[in-house]
Structure formats: structure tokens, C-alpha cells
């Protein structure tokens, strides 16, 4: 069965700090999917990982397949940057997804 | 292209009532899928679908739960009866294999109350 470790749970940071949240997934897991879920619910795809970096704005996502490990960096980081951040597991192609618990982010003022 | 649609946006109904949750996905997007989030269990995937044919559905909870894709443009989500533990947000999201950039798009899901 695919699984997907987030950490951490809630971060509070101060506008401007870099922020990373990190992400673990199991065998099976093929490519990696960064998701950002605003107060308002709606969920949209940041980003769809199977190997190396991807960078959009001040979002950064690396993979490291080897370790199984993922993370998410936003640099400069500014209050309409809180929400919550979800990692999530695909198999490959355009299969279900497996999501990690999401990362609770508010960045203060 | 409007996104993914989803309708009602919120239902409030009565255990035991039937419940129909409706998508029209993106058009092109050849893939669909159905998401429930609760504050518990958080996202998990219910079904989804290819060219309008059900491929994974083992994340359906029972017998209760039913989905369908008569078509390219429309699946439906269907509880029959509901429970008040069904009460969740019901996700739809779609996409279209290409390459390494299958991203999903999700709709703005449906918040499902059962009193």
C-alpha cells in the first residue's frame, strides 16, 4: 500500500523567513504531487515530481528518488502564502492519488 | 475552459436520503477522479476513472457508494443510503496524460452534510 509522511504538522514563520516542508513516501510511489489547499478549500496542483527540481515564483520543489524523500521551499516567504501544503503519491502516469497529512503554514506579518 | 465543475457545492440532506454528487471534468481530460476529505482521515481517493471506465475503485467504502461516467463530460457520485458518517467535502479533480506534466486539476468540491 503507498504511503506519504509529511512534517512538519502546523509552521508559524515570520514574513520573509525560507520556509520548507518535508515529505517521505513508500515503495510504489512514482512520482510526487505538491498541493496547496487555501482557507477557502479549493485545492490547486503546485507542482508533479518524478525526478530533480522544479521551480515556479519563490516555490522550489526537489525529489530525491533514492531516499524517497521530497521537499517543498518557498523563499521570501508572505502572508498570502498560508494554507495548507499537502504532498501526495502517484504511481506513475495519471493514477489515484495517496496524500500525506498536509503542513498547516501561516506566515505572520 | 471553466475547470472542473462540481454541483451542488453544498447538500445538507437526512440519513438515509440518496445522495448525487455531479462532475464535468475538463474537456480533453481523459482521466477522472473522486476525492473525500474529512477532518480524520484528511483526502483519500474514492475511484477513478479512464475514458470513462472505472479503473481503481477500491478506495469506495461499501456498497453504499456508487459511481458512474456515461460520458466524457459527466460522472456522477451516488450514496444511497447516506450516513451522517459520509458527511465530508467531495472532491473531483481530472487530467490528461501528457508526458510528465500530468497535474490534476481539482473542482471546487461539493461539502455533503448528512443530519
Known amino acids: 500500500k503507498n504511503e506519504v509522511e509529511q512534517s512538519p504538522q502546523n509552521l508559524t514563520a515570520q514574513e520573509g523567513e525560507f520556509i520548507t516542508i518535508n515529505c517521505s513516501y513508500s515503495?510504489?510511489?512514482?512520482?510526487l504531487h505538491w498541493l496547496q489547499q487555501h482557507p477557502g478549500g479549493g485545492i490547486v496542483s503546485l507542482f508533479m515530481?518524478?525526478?530533480g527540481k522544479k521551480k515556479h515564483g519563490r516555490l522550489i520543489a526537489t525529489i530525491n528518488i533514492q531516499e524517497k524523500h521530497s521537499s517543498l521551499h518557498i523563499t521570501a516567504s508572505h502572508p498570502r502564502d498560508s494554507a495548507v501544503y499537502i504532498c501526495?503519491?502517484?504511481?506513475?502516469?495519471?493514477?489515484?492519488?495517496?496524500f500525506g497529512k498536509g503542513t498547516h503554514l501561516i506566515i505572520q506579518p | 475552459d471553466a475547470g472542473v465543475i462540481q454541483s451542488p457545492r453544498h447538500e445538507v440532506t437526512e440519513m438515509g436520503q440518496e445522495v448525487t454528487l455531479r462532475c464535468k471534468p475538463i474537456?480533453?481530460?481523459?482521466?477522472l477522479f473522486w476525492y473525500r476529505q474529512t477532518m480524520m482521515r484528511g483526502l483519500e481517493l474514492l475511484i477513478y476513472?479512464?475514458?470513462?471506465?472505472?479503473?481503481?475503485d477500491s478506495g469506495m467504502p461499501e456498497d453504499r457508494f456508487s459511481a458512474k461516467m456515461p460520458n466524457a463530460s459527466f460522472s456522477t457520485l451516488k450514496i444511497q443510503p447516506s450516513e451522517p458518517r459520509d458527511s465530508a467535502v467531495y472532491f473531483c479533480?481530472?487530467?490528461?496524460?501528457?508526458?510528465?506534466?500530468?497535474?490534476?486539476?481539482f473542482g471546487p468540491g461539493t461539502r455533503l452534510t448528512v443530519l
Open positions: 515503495v510504489g510511489i512514482s512520482a
Open positions: 501526495a503519491g502517484s504511481g506513475g502516469g495519471a493514477d489515484g492519488l495517496t
Open positions: 474537456s480533453g481530460h481523459d482521466y
Open positions: 476513472f479512464n475514458n470513462n471506465v472505472p479503473i481503481d
Open positions: 479533480a481530472s487530467t490528461a496524460l501528457a508526458g510528465d506534466t500530468d497535474t490534476q486539476y
Open positions: 515530481l518524478s525526478s
